[in-house]
């Protein structure tokens, strides 16, 4: 019986579709471009209602004429699904039977015309169901899309730029990407007109910045030697933002712009007065304002880096300066002799006045100013076992207030964030056996020991907790090693055997560690893999490493200012270079394809970049050779 009934309707179907030779001519691909047979069924019901609504107008068919097929969908819309359900049960049993049949492989086109019948949309809702595909678009104001866009990253928003014209149109809004720049730290500062398309501006950015990465990895860029043959013996030297400043023996104060490579010759108060002979020079800073040295005759002066070659700033200590430090993003000084502190810093009229002074029971080992603060510097001082903290708004009648004090345990290295405090600390004695020498996290908040890290037998020479990735601490010991703690954690990241004669000064970033040794090597090291990349020697300890993401500063300082033997011949025994010390300024932003900061006579035809990989071109052998 069920067979007659498929046969009948089959024929039913096909004396439509001869009826209706539009429907017939039309492409049989399915409503999505591929065959299917949720289309081939939207088609006959389409088709047959198309039959079904023009004859409405002339007769109603009672429930007797009409097909059965017809009384299954009727109650499939009023809800009665038990007939559907036998009827897709009786065709799975007769498809198990026949599975090769073919009787209901049909296909057809649906028409868009009777949107307005009930069966038509109840199919298609089933399909937008079935298949996820919406069959309406909703609008949103532009405003209110942009803000959705606005939490997605760059990935995302390239992604969603290929989704249609109208999201291409949101995903690259300049307002979008002008944020992203910022946050990744490329044109701080910049406003929205700076830049026509702030799309290519971050791709640009980032294309440099792994250019740059793949130099330093490769030690591919331009190097240069700061000297001043007049100064005789290099004394100091620091480094902030493009500017580098060195003292000599000479008692002369040379600063340079490697930005623009002016050179300037700081005029110092002792060559004004014309002192005979000139002291020598103890310390020199230097930030994006501000530069200072300090003299062995207690001398010290403040030049600004902006406004002329003349001390702005000058005062007298009665003894040696031991320790200068300037404030990286303001202008605070402070300097030690012997035990007294002098906190200077300019008012709100631009006036230098000292701020503060104090006199400690020993004479101090260093001093350093915490970033950060502007109205009233806040200072860090260490004197043998204790660890002061001093703010300007002290007054002589008050303590200082004390950060950390162990008997027995002096202090071998300070260095300080704009919220925290490292304090390399060295066992003697009894507390020998408490597991060697340690370095101590201090809150500057709240005064107190918040993390306890390192159990190394050797003293810690350096520690460098300002100029470190978040959550990341980076010190050398005396045992050659370059250690690398996480403070969230207080494990070890990594640990490099470095140096032979200790570590003396150290730095790292997100990815790298550049330490410098007792010997005069300095070492860039890999930090994820812990291995060295390179790697470059001069005669004198290095005393200073700054770099930042495209540049480099290292200074190797003689421990001995007088040498003997330089020459017998003359009367200035350190006319030799090799006595004076060296700094050597590397810049690794530098194209490695375009020759100019190689010498002419190492120019040549090679091109094999990959045969050598320090950058330097041969005169000799690969030379073209031109025929007679």
């Known amino acids: 019986m069920d067979e007659d009934e498929l046969l009948a309707f089959r024929e039913r179907w096909k004396q439509e579709l ?10 049989k691909e399915g409503y999505f471009g591929h065959l299917s047979k949720d289309s081939s069924s939207v088609h006959q019901s389409t088709s047959f209602w198309e039959k079904q609504s023009n004859a409405s107008q002339q007769t109603q068919p009672t429930a007797k004429d009409q097909p059965e097929y017809v009384s299954i969908a009727e109650g499939l819309l009023d809800g009665r699904s038990s007939p559907l359900l036998d009827r897709i049960e009786q065709e799975r049993t007769r498809r198990k039977r026949a599975p090769d049949s073919d009787a209901l492989n049909t296909d057809a086109r649906p028409k868009k015309e009777n949107k307005c019948q009930k ?7 089933d399909l937008n169901e079935v298949n996820d595909i919406p069959f309406f678009d909703v609008e949103l104001p532009y405003e209110l899309a942009l803000k959705i866009f606005y939490f997605l990253g760059r990935t995302d928003l390239g992604r969603c730029a290929q989704v249609s014209k109208s999201w291409k149109v949101l995903a690259e809004d300049e307002v979008l990407w002008h944020r992203l720049c910022l946050e990744e730290g490329y044109n701080n500062g910049a406003s929205i007109s700076d830049s026509p398309c702030w799309k290519s501006t971050l791709r640009d950015c980032r294309n440099t910045e792994n250019g740059v990465k793949s130099n330093w990895k490769n030690r591919v860029g331009s190097i240069r030697h700061l000297q001043y043959e007049l100064g005789k013996v290099l004394c100091d030297v620091s480094s902030c933002a493009g500017l580098v400043i060195a003292g000599y023996t000479s008692g002369d104060v040379r600063l340079w712009d490697t930005l623009h490579w002016d050179k300037s010759y700081l005029h110092t108060t002792h060559s004004i007065r014309d002192e005979t002979p000139a002291p020598y020079v103890s310390h020199v800073r ?18 600004s880096t902006e406004t002329g070659l003349e001390p702005i700033h000058q005062y007298q200590h009665l003894r040696r300066v031991h320790a200068v430090d300037l404030s990286p993003d303001s202008p605070a000084l402070a300097s030690a002799s012997g035990p007294d502190v002098r906190v200077d810093a300019p008012d709100e009229k631009g006036y230098w006045r000292s701020r503060c002074l104090v006199q400690l029971p020993t004479t101090v080992d260093g001093v350093l100013v915490v970033p950060g603060r502007w109205d009233f510097p806040l200072v860090t001082v260490w004197a043998g076992e204790s660890v002061y903290l001093l703010d300007s708004k002290w007054k002589e009648e008050q303590e200082p207030r004390i950060l950390h004090y162990v008997y027995g345990h002096p202090v071998t290295c300070v260095d300080v964030s704009p919220c925290r405090a490292a304090l390399g600390i060295k066992s003697c004695g009894w507390g020998m056996n408490d597991g060697g020498n340690k370095i101590q996290v201090y809150s500057l908040e709240t005064s107190q020991c918040e993390l306890t890290v390192g159990n190394s037998a050797g003293d810690f020479t350096c520690v460098n907790l300002r100029d470190s990735p978040p959550h990341l601490l980076v ?22 055997y470095a140096h032979h004669m200790g570590v003396t000064t150290v730095q790292a970033d997100d990815w790298k560690v550049v330490s410098g040794g007792g010997e ?30 495209s540049t480099l500063v290292t200074a190797n300082i003689p421990d001995e200012k007088n040498p003997r033997g330089a020459c017998i011949t003359d009367d200035d025994l350190t006319a030799h270079r090799r006595y004076r010390g060296l700094i050597c300024h590397y810049d690794f932003s530098m194209d490695s394809s375009t020759q100019d900061h190689i010498l002419p006579i190492c120019r040549s035809n090679y091109t094999e970049s990959s045969g050598y990989s320090y950058n330097i071109g041969l005169a000799v052998p690969y030379d073209i050779l031109k025929g007679p």
């Open 286 to 303: 230097v930030n994006k304002t501000v530069a200072t040295a300090a003299y062995e005759n207690g001398c010290v002066d403040v030049w």
């Open 18 to 27: 001869k009826k209706n030779p539009k429907a017939s001519g039309k492409d």
């Open 119 to 125: 069966l038509l949309e109840q199919f298609l809702q």
């Open 475 to 496: 010190c050398g010991n005396k045992d050659r090693r370059v250690r690398v703690f996480d403070l969230r954690t207080g494990s070890s990241v990594v640990s490099l």
């Open 520 to 549: 005069g090597l300095v070492s860039v090291w890999e930090m994820r893999i812990g291995a060295k990349l390179w790697e470059m020697h001069n005669r004198h300890p290095v005393r200073h490493i700054g770099f930042n993401s």
